[in-house]
């Protein structure tokens, strides 16, 4: 796989880079591969396709972290510095995972009791529902791990307010209070000065010194980032785009094996079991190395379950379509019984399809 070994770039036959670029841009993964194999010699066409990838990603970056800026500002006069999650937290604290990686939603976790005053603060701020059904709001707020997703109104931006990382009615209950606790401060404002010119992107503004600093930017902690990365590809949902998160475990890992000298993986597994992550971080170590040679503290031989996760994952074709529906399927009705028990499902399911029915 080019991702692990970008060497190998030399080998590939001519006719074989239409899958991988395919299969690439199916997964979100683009960017990412066009930073893996810069320097490496590719054909012409492939090298600008991967150049203009690598442009959109780091376009992408910069709306993202300006987004991440706005929300700071809302919520500063409350003295809370959010703490930024997934995509937007890796390029924010400069982690190898962010090169290339293309981010969508804000994504921030605040403690659940100021839910309210963070909620106030995004309105006034010109956020807005994206689901104002009154059902859909009602079950976010009682059952989920965040409140229903806002949108601001002119930058068309998303952001998802969590209090936790999985939700309430799940099976694993990691510890957001300790999370929250552990989080570590980001220099502010770090990251501006690679953000963007003066004028070079009319949907940036151009001077983000203005920003009052009441609060910063926070990251979860070493060890709560890579279980956030765990929970989000194990544990929430049916694994559309866990080829990413697993690479972005893999990379997570290497990068706190570095800058703690190769002692961070057995502190690592013994931390999991406070959070409820033991088995799923022993899955998602084993899919890791599998695939990418990631170093790990488990056993190392996938099990069969493991090779279903396996074709999960690996389930494109080299149009880059997805394959395999029934084991989609099958992945589909699993992310929705770990979120909640069967009897709470069935009437969940129930209700939004006769809501649907009605429409």
């Not at 990412?32 to 396709?49: E, F, N, Y």
């Not at 993202?64 to 809302?74: I, Q, T, V």
Request: net charge neutral; charged share 25%; glycine share 6%.
């Amino acid at each position: 796989m080019l991702l692990r070994d970008p060497a190998k770039a030399a080998d590939v036959p001519a006719d074989a880079w239409d899958a991988i670029l395919s299969v690439a841009r199916g997964e979100v993964m683009l960017g990412t591969l066009a930073l893996r194999l810069a320097g490496q010699p590719l054909p012409s066409s492939v090298a600008r396709h991967l150049e203009a990838a690598a442009r959109a990603a780091d376009h992408a970056q910069r709306l993202a972290l300006w987004e991440a800026e706005m929300c700071r500002r809302a919520l500063g006069p409350l003295g809370i510095a959010p703490i930024l999650l997934k995509g937007t937290a890796y390029a924010a604290a400069g982690l190898p995972n962010a090169a290339g990686r293309q981010i969508g939603d804000l994504d921030i976790l605040v403690p659940r009791e100021r839910l309210d005053e963070v909620e106030a603060a995004l309105l006034a701020a010109d956020w807005e529902w994206v689901k104002d059904d009154p059902y859909d709001q009602a079950y976010y707020r009682r059952w989920m791990h965040e409140l229903p997703p806002l949108i601001h109104a002119e930058r068309d931006r998303m952001v998802d307010v969590h209090h936790t990382i999985l939700p309430l009615t799940a099976r694993i209950t990691p510890d957001a209070a300790a999370m929250i606790a552990d989080a570590q401060d980001l220099p502010l404002p770090a990251h501006f000065g690679n953000l963007h010119e003066p004028g070079d992107d009319p949907e940036i503004p151009a001077d983000p010194s203005t920003a009052p600093l009441l609060a910063g930017y926070r990251v979860l902690g070493r060890f709560d980032i890579v279980h956030h990365c765990v929970a989000h590809l194990m544990a929430d949902g049916e694994m559309d785009g866990g080829l990413r998160n697993l690479w972005d475990f893999h990379c997570l890992v290497l990068e706190m094996q570095r800058r703690t000298n190769g002692k961070y993986l057995k502190d690592l597994l013994s931390d999991t079991g406070r959070h409820g992550l033991r088995h799923a971080y022993a899955r998602t170590a084993r899919l890791a190395h599998h695939l990418f040679g990631t170093p790990m503290y488990v056993l190392a031989r996938l099990t069969l379950t493991d090779q279903l996760f396996l074709r999960r994952l690996l389930a494109r074709d080299d149009w880059g379509r997805e394959i395999h529906r029934p084991l989609r399927f099958a992945f589909y009705i699993r992310s929705h019984l770990l979120r909640m028990p069967l009897p709470m499902l069935l009437r969940h399911l129930w209700i939004k399809w006769r809501k649907g029915s009605a429409v």
